[in-house]
């Protein structure tokens, strides 16, 4: 796995002095194909100014003290977002506190953090950045700093595909929210993942022959639409054929949403194990079964059309 430094608690106290950088910043959630071309451009600038590609993220979403009713449900987590930056050949990551920075003199995030402690010598946004106290700072204004400070500024856009319009993070939300995860994948250049550790659950599953492993997703990760899912598990640097259910469990009479995953040909206990799954394709969604037999036999159907398309689908997008 490339290697990548992460930056993080108080961006004053940052040092990356002793060489030039280029910079590129913004949310960066998914890291997804327009994202990826960002970081490609950043990258051959780093080389190019003979230093070293920064790209600044924010930790929790803007929206999340601009707006909480508006924050969109994340697409990455911190460390999802290093590593697929890493893979893009990004030295370093800095993630920015947005509670600090929020209220700072746009001049002082650029002079203290962009030149002083990461010694920017091209600074790439996006042209509905805002920065600073009451939103003041923009492009224009950096680019005015820039030229003062020594580092030169692009305004950057989104890439689009040859079948919709911008490749984005709430287009990429609004295709999970329908369970269209291989159209997600598309769109992020990656399968689509969670993360989350193994909790104690009913123990349904194993009492009708398949059992699951309950997992436990942040609240603020985005979730695809309720129904079942062939999908890859990871286990530490081991990955297993899988089947995950997520909703309410209507049949059973459950209110409460869960995310649950059958690793096929599995007996092993991992409660309390930290679980990656990898989806791969929607097999259908939920339903309601009158009889506990019809649901059984639906599983059943379930895991062995997992079978099928996992097999055909082993490491291939």
Same mark, same amino acid.
């Given at each position: 796995?490339?290697?990548?430094?992460?930056?993080?608690?108080?961006?004053?106290?940052? &040092?990356?002095?002793?060489?030039?950088?280029?910079?590129?910043?913004?949310?960066? &959630?998914? #890291?997804?194909?327009?994202?990826?071309?960002?970081?490609?451009?950043?990258?051959?600038?780093?080389?190019?100014?003979?230093?070293?590609?920064?790209?600044?993220?924010?930790?929790?979403?803007?929206?999340?003290?601009?707006?909480?009713?508006? @924050?969109?449900?994340?697409?990455?987590?911190?460390?999802?977002?290093?590593? +697929?930056?890493?893979?893009? %050949?990004?030295? =370093?990551?800095?993630?920015? /506190?947005?509670?600090?920075?929020?209220?700072?003199?746009? *001049?002082?995030?650029?002079?203290? =953090?962009?030149?002083?402690?990461?010694?920017? @010598?091209? #600074? $790439?946004?996006?042209?509905?950045?805002?920065?600073? *106290?009451?939103?003041?700072?923009?492009?224009?204004?950096?680019?005015?700093?820039?030229?003062?400070?020594?580092?030169?500024?692009?305004?950057?856009?989104?890439?689009?595909?040859?079948?919709?319009?911008? #490749?984005?993070?709430?287009?990429?939300?609004?295709?999970?929210?329908?369970?269209?995860?291989?159209?997600?994948?598309?769109?992020?250049?990656?399968?689509?993942?969670?993360?989350?550790? #193994?909790?104690?659950?009913?123990?349904?599953?194993?009492? =009708?022959?398949?059992?699951?492993?309950?997992?436990?997703?942040? &609240?603020?990760? $985005?979730?695809?639409?309720?129904?079942?899912?062939?999908?890859?598990?990871?286990?530490?640097?081991?990955?297993? /054929?899988?089947?995950?259910?997520?909703?309410?469990? /209507?049949?059973?009479?459950?209110? @409460?949403?869960?995310?649950?995953?059958? =690793?096929?040909?599995?007996?092993?206990?991992?409660?309390?194990?930290?679980?990656?799954?990898?989806?791969?394709?929607?097999?259908?969604?939920?339903?309601?079964?009158? @009889?506990?037999?019809?649901? +059984?036999?639906?599983?059943?159907?379930?895991?062995?059309?997992?079978?099928?398309?996992?097999?055909?689908?082993? %490491?291939?997008?």
């Amino acid at each position: 796995m490339p290697s990548i430094e992460v930056l993080t608690g108080d961006p004053f106290a940052w &040092d990356v002095r002793g060489v030039r950088s280029a910079v590129a910043i913004g949310v960066f &959630d998914g #890291v997804h194909l327009g994202h990826q071309q960002v970081l490609r451009t950043l990258t051959k600038r780093a080389v190019e100014v003979g230093g070293v590609a920064v790209a600044l993220t924010f930790d929790p979403h803007p929206l999340e003290f601009v707006d909480p009713g508006r @924050a969109p449900k994340l697409l990455t987590s911190i460390d999802e977002r290093a590593t +697929v930056m890493g893979e893009c %050949g990004v030295a =370093i990551m800095g993630v920015l /506190p947005f509670v600090q920075i929020r209220d700072l003199e746009p *001049h002082l995030f650029v002079a203290e =953090i962009l030149s002083y402690r990461l010694n920017a @010598a091209w #600074v $790439a946004v996006g042209d509905n950045f805002r920065f600073g *106290h009451n939103r003041s700072g923009d492009p224009d204004l950096l680019r005015r700093a820039g030229s003062e400070l020594g580092f030169e500024v692009d305004v950057v856009s989104m890439i689009g595909d040859d079948e919709h319009d911008t #490749v984005s993070s709430t287009r990429i939300r609004g295709e999970l929210s329908h369970g269209r995860v291989s159209e997600a994948a598309r769109l992020l250049g990656r399968r689509f993942r969670l993360t989350g550790p #193994v909790v104690h659950g009913d123990a349904r599953g194993r009492s =009708i022959g398949f059992p699951t492993a309950n997992l436990r997703i942040p &609240d603020r990760m $985005a979730v695809p639409a309720d129904g079942v899912y062939a999908v890859f598990c990871h286990l530490g640097d081991l990955r297993f /054929p899988a089947v995950v259910n997520i909703g309410v469990r /209507p049949t059973f009479g459950v209110n @409460a949403r869960a995310v649950e995953v059958h =690793i096929l040909d599995f007996s092993a206990d991992i409660y309390g194990e930290e679980v990656t799954i990898e989806f791969v394709e929607r097999i259908r969604g939920e339903q309601r079964f009158e @009889a506990l037999d019809a649901l +059984v036999a639906q599983i059943a159907d379930d895991v062995a059309g997992a079978r099928t398309t996992l097999s055909e689908r082993n %490491g291939r997008e």
